[in-house]
């Protein structure tokens, strides 16, 4: 790491990554070039960079990919959790190289360039990933310019100057803005994600986007819902007019507190209505509010695909997929909210049921894309309880 502030760039370096204390570590740029600010986080997935970087939960962040080869296999229009990506940029260990997959449409540098995302390769991103293991996760700028030209103090002034995720609502500019019917089941080789079952005979979830992923829409057509998905600001009324059988949580960006402004009091009217309900990530943290807990900034946050969560009914350890930065304080659950799963990594609430309610959530992501498909079943679960 160099001091941005008294250092020059060195030659070749077309990229780089600046911090709010003026330090920086420098790079090979690739994809749009400019610059953009947001908080570092670090995903430990060997595959999947398309369906994190579409992820919607990773607005306002930049990933450090901890895998050294990003990019090799390109990027198609299947491996998408959201029509763009959301993250606004990776940093990559080796240089992103021409695709090598049959699936292959679109080499993944100019498909981010082509989306306005940034990337930077030929760093040390183990040596990244420590450091925020050791100090948190920072607010950093990352920058591309092919000839190196970088104003590296106003660039640190940027990243200082960013006020962090903390008490940030993002959902509000993820979120789809019309209601809309869900279509698709899940991807099978050879047939795509084809159409989920016909017919209205299925149970109704309406599902609130506050940034959600496809693939927890194509995993509960998979389970044999009917799926309308509404936007993260409808009302209960709103809600209420789909004659929904039970109402889906999403994931979604920033801070659980902040989006629950909106949020949490439709999800209390949905609870005192006896609504069944499912919430998964953000979903899950908001479901935990509208219940009277609270939520915490995490030190470093949880992102991978292979995260053991432990189911407290019978001891079973599940693999999961996560991707998260604020958690559910565990000491702030009311009476009538029971653990039912806790991360194996450090202890921290991974799941709620309430006692009094048709009502259950999960920290993690059982839709994987990408991950383990331990936890699939959460879907026939909670569709199986419509019936
Ligand atoms: N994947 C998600 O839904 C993330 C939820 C929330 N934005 C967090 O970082 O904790």
Redesign the pocket.
């Known amino acids: 790491m160099a001091d941005a502030k008294t250092l020059t760039v060195p030659k070749g370096a077309t990229g780089v990554l600046v911090f709010a204390d003026g330090s920086a570590v420098f790079g090979r740029g690739f994809g749009s070039v400019g610059d953009a600010v947001g908080e570092l986080c670090f995903n430990t997935s060997i595959t999947g960079y398309q369906e994190i970087m579409t992820d919607p ?1 990773y607005a306002g962040q930049i990933i450090n990919f901890t895998f050294p080869h990003i990019g090799n296999v390109g990027t198609n229009v299947d491996d998408v959790e959201a029509d763009a990506p959301h993250a606004l940029g990776c940093i990559v260990r080796e240089d992103v190289t021409a695709p090598s997959n049959f699936r292959n449409v679109e080499p993944f540098d100019q498909w981010m360039k082509e989306h306005g995302r940034i990337g930077l390769s030929g760093v040390d991103t183990r040596a990244l990933t420590r450091m925020i293991r050791l100090k948190g996760a920072p607010n950093v700028v990352i920058a591309h310019d092919p000839d190196g030209n970088f104003d590296l103090a106003t660039l640190a002034d940027k990243a200082d100057s960013w006020p962090g995720l903390e008490g940030m609502d993002l959902a509000i500019e993820v979120t789809g803005k019309e209601s809309r019917l869900w279509k698709d089941g899940v991807w099978k080789l050879g047939h795509g994600y084809g159409l989920g079952e016909a017919g209205d005979e299925r149970p109704h979830v309406v599902a609130i986007d506050y940034g959600a992923k496809n693939n927890i829409f194509r995993n509960l057509v998979k389970a044999g819902a009917r799926v309308t998905v509404l936007p993260a600001t409808a009302t209960y009324e709103q809600v209420r007019e789909q004659k929904p059988d039970g109402v889906f949580l999403s ?4 801070d ?1 507190a902040a989006t629950g402004e909106y949020a949490v009091p439709v999800i209390r009217q949905v609870l005192e209505a006896d609504l069944p309900v499912f919430g998964i ?2 979903g899950h ?1 908001m479901l935990a509010l509208a219940a009277g807990a609270k939520t915490v900034k995490m030190h470093q ?1 949880h992102r991978g695909a292979n995260h053991p969560v432990k189911r407290l009914s019978d001891g079973l350890v599940e693999i999961t997929s996560m ?4 958690a559910v304080d565990s000491d702030t659950l009311p009476e009538n909210v029971k653990p039912t799963h806790v991360s194996l990594f450090d202890g921290s609430n991974c799941g709620i049921e309430l006692t009094d309610k048709k009502a259950f959530s999960v920290q993690y992501h059982p839709e994987a894309s990408p991950g383990p498909q331990d936890s699939f079943y959460l879907f026939q679960r909670f569709v199986e309880g419509l019936k």
């Open positions: 939960s994931n979604g960006p920033g659980p990530c953000l943290q946050g991707n998260h930065g604020f």
